[in-house]
């Protein structure tokens, strides 16, 4: 069964960039999506955008202008940067697997990141 | 984009009642791409439903989805003392992928 695990600082300074990884275990990144998912304390869930193992993207519009997702098959891992950070982007930031049906069917454990000087 | 509201925003029961949870879309939901997720604090989010009624793998049959356009209805028979979490419905069918605001069911 395929594992997901997000890891990076937990702790960003506003203006900054956030840094996220996401390791694939149990089973290979390709031959499918990978998705990054954020929720703010409090709030619902937030999408963020998606990559394919072949590397082509899809963002959310609200973040496009910040957001870089990408992959590296030789670690079976996916990225996410996110530039310019604001308090507003304090939030559990998820990584999943988009399945080949379109919904995101695996998830990882998600991972605290705060924004604050 | 495509806004989910779901409603109501907290829903009170108790175990081995039925809990009826609603998601509706402002605009019609495309290819029936509608999921439903379980959301327990500090856990993954687990999938419930896709296509609006496809039960996903190891998903008790107390869990359905019914619906269409753009409402949508997730039914949990016989609440099991598990069951109560945060469920998110979520359209992904048409681009940028959305989420509802989450209906919070908890013990009465």
């Known amino acids: ?115 604050s000087s | 984009e495509i806004v989910l509201t779901q409603s109501p925003g907290t829903l009170s029961l108790s175990p081995g009642d039925t809990a009826t949870l609603s998601c509706r879309a402002s605009q019609s939901v495309s290819s029936t791409y509608l999921a439903w997720y379980q959301h327990r604090p500090g856990q993954a989010p687990r999938l419930l439903i896709y296509r609006i009624s496809s039960r996903a793998t190891g998903i008790p049959d107390r869990f359905s989805g019914s619906g269409s356009g753009t409402d949508f209805t997730l039914t949990i028979n016989t609440l099991e003392p598990e069951d109560f979490a945060v469920y998110y419905c979520q359209q992904y069918g048409t681009s940028p992928i959305t989420f509802g605001q989450g209906t919070r069911l908890e013990i009465k």
């Open chain 1, 1 to 115: 069964q395929v594992q997901l695990k997000e890891s990076g600082p937990g702790l960003v300074k506003p203006s900054e960039t956030l840094s996220l990884n996401c390791t694939v275990s149990g089973g290979s990144i390709r031959n499918y999506y990978w998705t990054w998912v954020r929720q703010p304390p409090g709030k619902g869930l937030e999408w963020i955008g998606y990559i394919s193992y072949s590397g082509s993207t899809n963002y959310n519009p609200s973040l496009q202008s910040r957001v870089t997702i990408s992959v590296d098959m030789s670690k079976n891992q996916f990225s996410l940067k996110l530039t310019s950070v604001t308090a507003a982007d304090t939030a559990v930031y998820y990584c999943a697997r988009q399945s080949q049906l379109g919904m995101e069917d695996s998830w990882g454990q998600g991972t605290l990141v705060t924004v």
